[in-house]
C-alpha cells in the first residue's frame, strides 16, 4: 500500500512539473534551429532531448523563443 501510495505521488508531481512547461507551439519551437542557436547550446536544454522550459522532448538541433546561452 504504502508503495502504491508513493508511486501516485511521485506521477502527481511530474504531471505537475510537466504541466509548467510551455508546449511547443507558445514558446515558437522549431526542430531545426539556427546555426549559432541551437537548444543543444542553451542554458534550459538537459541531455539527452528534455529543456526545462518546453515540453519536450526537444531536438538538441531545435530552436525557440526561450533560448538564452
Known sequence: MIGTVAAVAGLKTGVARAQ???TKKQAGY????????????CGY????KDCVLVQGPVSPSGWCTYYAP
Open 30 to 41: 522549431i526542430p531545426h534551429g539556427k546555426v549559432a542557436q541551437s537548444c543543444s547550446t
Open 45 to 48: 536544454f538537459t541531455e539527452p
Open 20 to 22: 509548467g512547461k510551455a
